[in-house]
Structures are given as structure tokens and as C-alpha cells.
């Protein structure tokens, strides 16, 4: 039964009934799509499993994140204005959020100037930006990105986002307040045309600025270019859900607080409801992240993870049309190309592309230099094209230490397969390939 509805779900989504059906369906078949991938990578568990890793981290660096925080903002004197930030965000959590907020807030202006010194200040670093650290490898995770970045650049660019961060966060909140507080503001308010304008505005606000902080992590945090569309898409999605989840778990403590539940009992649930609390967050920000990469890099909604199913006849068509376009870039001064730059031109996943690339490197026929551009392994004239198709059309292993016992009938039809492929190809080179190629240009 589940083969048939999964079948029926593969061909409805990734069938062409729905992209016939015009613009409406196109959009259909789209929203269905990306769906269907973050349904499959929840599933699968990762992404669940690092946000619940990400609950664990923030309960360890919350009080010395907020002291970082706090410290910055108490140069500029403004370090008071810290509190009502961390009391909304605790809004959720209901009447107990205050308490929350107040048990939190006490811890952290214990940790006074004469505390933030030496290995204590050292210390309160380190934490904060294990934080940020934790948060760009689950990103890293996202973006198939293998390599962090380097102890320096991670040191200095956690420090700047740790140091700026709480500041640029306060100016955008203060010039939203100011301009609340302006005169036209207040004439707008009182304007019967207006004053709707306004206060849509005033709802909007919440999602316009959490939408800017999730575009401006996916487009900095992970360790790969990331464009600022594909980022926007994700911050915007990832900010809505945030935003309108929060109101529905605000909604959903109120009733469990007006509940008959014991007051023994009700105090360990505001202690789970919380991790649950923080648990949301992080999952919703890693699904917006996920979504900015879907945007960027279409051609892995349908496989995801999972390791592509290539027949021989795709093979052979890779690992021509990579031998291809490495030959024909060659040829342009001044140009170089990489994995991911066929992986856009072929739109096909860098996912699927990798192991064909691995066995054209092996067979020397490729050569990855240390930016991660592609060349060719020697010179194109001397790369005859059975050469590039006989590296994913030979080789492989049976798992027995002996050689194939073949039928004579399936031997004799191979060989003549064979035969016919080497006189198709006759001594046709890679240099006469791309020539060709580029005459039809």
C-alpha cells in the first residue's frame, strides 16, 4: 500500500499534469514541490536533530550571550533597553516568561564589570561564539558545505557579529520607536484614511525585522556563497513562521495556563514548554535556511540527501558533457569553471555530478587545481573520447575474487555492443569534440 501512495505523491509532484495546467498549476506544482523536500528532510531527521542540539547549546551560552550583549550595549549606555528585547521573546511562554526573563536578567547583571576580566572575559567569548559556530555548521549541514571556516576568519567574524549585532539591532528598533513617536506619525494615527495604513504597518513591523535578521544569517553564516534572493526567500519564509508561530504558542499557553492543571504540575510543564519553546525557534530557522537553498539550487528538492540512481546511459552522458565543458573553458583565456558551475549549466545536483568527476580524476583524465577549478588532466588532443567513456563503462567490482562467468550468447551481444561503440567513436578526440561543438555555437 505505502509503494502505491508513495508512487501516486512522486508522480503528482514531480509529474507534468500539474505544470500543464498553467500559470496557477506551475505555481502548484512548485509550492508542492519545495513541500514535499522539507516534509522528506524533517523526516529523514537531521534537521530535528540539530535544532534539538542547538536547544542544548543555547541553555549553556544564553546567560553569557546576553552578558556579551549586555556589556556592548552598556558602552554605548544603552544597556538597559536590553530587557524589553528578551521579555518579548519570552512572550510566548505566558505568564511565566516574565519569571523566566527575571531569573535570567538576575544572573546576568550578577556578572558584573569586575567579573567580564581575564579568563573570565575569555571565557564568556569563547561561549558566545560556540553559539554562533554551532548555528554555521548546522547551516554548513544545509548547504552540502564539508569545510568551516578557518579558526581566524571564525575568531573575527563571530567577534564583529557578537559586538555589532546587538547594536545594529537596537538602532533598527530605536528608528522604528522615533518614528512611532514623530508628529506625522501621530497626525497619520489620527487621519480616519490613514491610520489603517498605520497600524497594518505596526503589525507588519514584527515580520519585517525578524525577516531581516533570518536574511542576513542565511546569506553571511554558511561557509559558501549565498544569493541574497535565495536568502530573502528563506528570511522571509523562515520569519513569517516564526512570527505567526509564536502567536499560536502564546495562544496555546494562555489556554493551558487558564486550565485545571496542579500547580505542582504546572510548574514542570512551563520547564518543558520552554525547551519546546526554543526547540520551534531553532527548527524554524534551519527550515529557512533549508528553503534558501532549495531556491538557490533547485535541482535538489527531488533527491535531497539521497544518494542519486544514475543509469549507465546518464553516466556516459556526464561524463561526456563534463569532459566537454572543462575542454571547451579551457580553451577561453581568462575563464576557468567548477563542480558547481556545471552542476547550474546541467542542472543536475553537484550531489550526482561528484562521483562521475572522482573516476575522470582518477583516469587522469581531470584535474581539480587548488581554487577547485577543473582542467584537464592532458592535452585535449590526446584525449580520445573511448578514453572518457570507457571510465564509467569499465571497471566495477562483482564482489567475487574470480572473473564473470558469462553466457557465450551475452558475451558474444557485448562485445558486439562494444565493437559498435568504438566504431561510432572511431579516433574521434576530445579537441575535435570541442571544436565541433563550438562551430554549431
Known amino acids: 500500500?505505502?509503494?502505491?501512495?508513495?508512487?501516486?505523491?512522486?508522480?503528482?509532484?514531480?509529474?507534468?499534469?500539474?505544470?500543464?495546467?498553467?500559470?496557477?498549476?506551475?505555481?502548484?506544482?512548485?509550492?508542492?514541490?519545495?513541500?514535499?523536500?522539507?516534509?522528506?528532510?524533517?523526516?529523514?531527521?537531521?534537521?530535528?536533530?540539530?535544532?534539538?542540539?542547538?536547544?542544548?547549546?543555547?541553555?549553556?551560552?544564553?546567560?553569557?550571550l546576553i552578558a556579551f550583549s549586555f556589556s556592548v550595549l552598556k558602552g554605548f549606555g544603552v544597556h538597559e533597553q536590553l530587557e524589553p528585547f528578551l521579555y518579548d521573546f519570552l512572550t510566548p511562554l505566558g505568564a511565566q516568561g516574565q519569571q523566566i526573563g527575571n531569573e535570567i536578567m538576575a544572573l546576568v547583571k550578577n556578572v558584573n564589570s569586575g567579573l567580564l576580566g581575564g579568563i573570565s572575559l575569555a571565557f564568556f567569548i569563547y561561549t558566545a561564539i560556540s553559539m554562533v559556530q554551532k548555528v554555521e555548521e548546522s547551516f554548513n549541514y544545509v548547504w552540502y558545505v564539508s569545510e568551516p571556516r578557518s579558526f581566524a576568519r571564525r575568531?573575527?567574524?563571530?567577534?564583529?557579529?557578537?559586538?555589532?549585532?546587538?547594536?545594529?539591532?537596537?538602532?533598527?528598533?530605536?528608528?522604528?520607536?522615533?518614528?512611532?513617536?514623530?508628529?506625522?506619525?501621530?497626525?497619520?494615527?489620527?487621519?480616519k484614511a490613514f491610520s489603517p495604513i498605520v497600524y497594518m504597518f505596526a503589525k507588519l513591523t514584527p515580520y519585517l525585522v525578524i525577516t531581516a535578521i533570518f536574511t542576513f544569517l542565511y546569506k553571511y553564516l554558511p561557509n559558501t556563497p549565498v544569493n541574497f534572493t535565495a536568502a530573502l526567500v528563506g528570511g522571509f519564509v523562515g520569519g513569517f513562521m516564526w512570527v505567526t508561530m509564536g502567536a499560536f504558542f502564546t495562544?496555546?499557553?494562555?489556554?493551558?495556563?487558564?486550565?485545571?492543571?496542579?500547580?505542582?504540575?504546572?510548574?514542570?510543564?512551563?520547564?518543558?514548554?520552554?525547551?519546546?519553546?526554543?526547540?520551534?525557534?531553532?527548527l524554524i530557522l534551519l527550515i529557512g535556511a533549508q528553503i534558501a537553498f532549495y531556491f538557490q539550487k533547485p535541482a535538489y528538492l527531488r533527491i535531497g540527501r539521497r544518494e542519486p540512481r544514475l543509469s549507465?546511459?546518464?553516466?556516459?552522458?556526464?561524463?561526456?558533457?563534463?569532459?566537454?565543458?572543462?575542454?571547451?573553458?579551457?580553451?577561453?583565456?581568462?575563464?576557468?569553471?567548477?563542480?558547481?558551475?556545471?552542476?547550474?549549466?546541467?542542472?543536475?545536483?553537484?550531489?550526482?555530478?561528484?562521483?562521475?568527476?572522482?573516476?575522470?580524476?582518477?583516469?587522469?583524465?581531470?584535474?581539480?587545481?587548488?581554487?577547485?577549478?577543473?582542467?584537464?588532466?592532458?592535452d585535449l588532443a590526446l584525449t580520445s573520447l573511448h578514453d572518457i567513456l570507457d571510465v564509467v563503462r569499465s571497471g566495477g567490482e562483482t564482489g567475487s575474487y574470480r572473473d564473470p562467468c558469462w553466457d557465450a550468447q551475452v558475451d558474444d551481444l557485448a562485445g558486439r555492443l562494444d565493437a559498435a561503440i568504438a566504431d561510432t567513436l572511431s579516433d574521434a578526440t576530445l579537441a575535435q569534440f570541442v571544436e565541433a561543438g563550438q562551430e554549431k555555437d
Do not use: C
Open 1 to 64: 500500500m505505502l509503494p502505491i501512495i508513495n508512487d501516486t505523491i512522486e508522480k503528482t509532484v514531480w509529474g507534468d499534469r500539474l505544470q500543464g495546467g498553467g500559470r496557477g498549476g506551475r505555481i502548484l506544482a512548485t509550492l508542492l514541490r519545495y513541500l514535499y523536500g522539507l516534509v522528506r528532510d524533517i523526516i529523514y531527521g537531521q534537521l530535528t536533530l540539530r535544532s534539538m542540539s542547538l536547544v542544548y547549546t543555547t541553555l549553556l551560552s544564553i546567560v553569557p
Open 155 to 191: 575568531f573575527t567574524e563571530y567577534t564583529i557579529i557578537l559586538l555589532i549585532g546587538p547594536v545594529a539591532v537596537f538602532a533598527v528598533l530605536g528608528i522604528i520607536a522615533s518614528i512611532q513617536s514623530d508628529n506625522l506619525m501621530q497626525w497619520l494615527l489620527s487621519s
Open 251 to 282: 495562544s496555546f499557553v494562555v489556554e493551558s495556563e487558564s486550565s485545571r492543571i496542579p500547580v505542582v504540575y504546572r510548574s514542570f510543564a512551563v520547564a518543558v514548554l520552554a525547551l519546546f519553546w526554543l526547540y520551534l525557534n531553532w
Open 312 to 378: 549507465n546511459s546518464v553516466r556516459e552522458r556526464l561524463a561526456l558533457n563534463i569532459m566537454y565543458l572543462v575542454g571547451k573553458t579551457f580553451r577561453e583565456p581568462g575563464t576557468d569553471i567548477k563542480l558547481s558551475d556545471i552542476s547550474s549549466k546541467l542542472k543536475i545536483p553537484t550531489l550526482a555530478l561528484a562521483p562521475v568527476i572522482g573516476k575522470l580524476e582518477r583516469a587522469g583524465l581531470l584535474l581539480t587545481t587548488e581554487h577547485e577549478a577543473l582542467i584537464p588532466g592532458r
